[in-house]
């Protein structure tokens, strides 16, 4: 676990400024990379559609549509106890991730400017949504009486070193799972409107294309870079990162579910669905995706959660951190080894399938 802030530095912040949680492995990251490697990227493999996706993005189809409407007016106060807790926790950490995806988006453009016109357009105008995001999750932390400092978060966040590889094959999984975890939820809420406590979730069906498009953009960058795809390695690269990202979502998801609870979904099934539909819609993308219909699948990814709940229970007791180490020491091993069991399953070829999805 990495802590990049010290109490004493979030003790100097003014009342209503929520001190960001303590960075964990599953708090989302701060990214930089290698930006001279992506302006001498040769895009010409994919130039035409790259340009139909600047094109959408251009568009801006939701220049209107972030805007608080008369909803939100009220007191919610009702929304209490753990509830309120797991509320302000969620909306906190897609703040902060919607913020991170702004921050790498905006240095990309800028750092672009003269050497990949295209890339910098397009890095802007994907910094442009992922800020209306933020913005408007800042605001509904504001419902609840507290609000992200984002000058401070940019200042003091450790950020996380990414090659250009890794950046696009991580991105676009965010961008994807981002999308299918918007849209599962709008669509619950619209099969059962009782559970729509709060107007956010109203938002997200707009919002979700966003994200749809963003990972369209890096879907594009992913084909246009053929040792992205086309040998063993990148297939190992591949279901490397299905696998973190798919991980992290379901210790995510399990450690919150006071949060899902509240507006009605089962996080179990929400986990599965939306995993299930991240590693579909990846073979569009990716040379190989996982087997998340394999008997083992989840049972594994599941374990991984319940060590990882028991991982925090942990670092909350007050014993000395030797101790604690000692403690945790099975528990990570436990998750490696579920891991690498999960990464050993048997893997599904999508080049293969290329022809007939396109
Ligand atoms: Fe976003
Ligand atoms: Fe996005």
């Not at 939701?62 to 753990?82: A, L, S, T, Y």
């Not at 984002?150 to 676009?172: A, D, H, M, Q, S």
């Not at 918007?182 to 109203?202: A, G, K």
């Not at 996080?267 to 569009?284: G, L």
């Amino acid at each position: 676990m990495v802590s990049s802030i010290s109490k004493s530095e979030s003790a100097g912040l003014p009342s209503g400024i929520k001190a960001p949680v303590q960075e964990t492995l599953l708090t989302p990251r701060f990214y930089t990379t290698n930006f001279d490697a992506v302006a001498e990227m040769d895009l010409s493999g994919q130039q035409a559609e790259l340009e139909a996706v600047v094109a959408e993005l251009r568009a801006d189809y939701n220049r209107h549509h972030f805007v608080r409407n008369q909803e939100f007016e009220q007191c919610w106060d009702n929304i209490d106890g753990e509830t309120r807790k797991a509320f302000i926790d969620f909306l906190e950490r897609s703040c902060t991730s919607e913020f991170s995806g702004f921050l790498l988006f905006k240095e990309l453009s800028r750092k672009l400017k003269n050497r990949q016109p295209l890339l910098s357009e397009a890095f802007n105008l994907l910094a442009r949504d992922e800020a209306r995001h933020a913005g408007f999750l800042n605001k509904a932390m504001a419902d609840f009486g507290l609000s992200l400092d984002l000058g401070y978060l940019t200042k003091n966040r450790t950020y996380t070193f990414f090659p250009p590889e890794w950046v696009i094959y991580t991105v676009y999984l965010s961008e994807k799972i981002g999308y299918w975890r918007y849209i599962l939820v709008y669509r619950h809420l619209q099969q059962h409107p009782e559970h729509q406590i709060y107007p956010l979730f109203r938002y997200f069906e707009n919002w979700c294309q966003d994200e749809n498009r963003h990972g369209d953009f890096f879907k594009a960058l992913l084909r246009s870079q053929p040792q992205l795809w086309n040998n063993w390695k990148a297939r190992l690269w591949a279901r490397f990162f299905l696998l973190t990202v798919f991980a992290t979502h379901t210790m995510t998801v399990l450690e919150r579910s006071t949060f899902y609870d509240s507006i009605g979904i089962d996080p179990q099934e929400y986990n599965k669905q939306v995993i299930d539909r991240t590693n579909e819609t990846a073979k569009r993308a990716f040379p190989s995706i996982l087997d998340t219909h394999h008997p083992e699948f989840f049972p594994r990814l599941e374990r991984c959660a319940i060590a990882n709940q028991k991982l925090a229970e942990i670092s909350s007791n007050q014993r000395p951190a030797a101790i604690q180490f000692c403690q945790k020491l099975p528990l990570i091993a436990a998750i490696f080894w579920q891991l690498l069991r999960l990464y050993l399953l048997p893997s599904i070829n999508a080049e293969s399938s290329r022809t007939a999805i396109n």
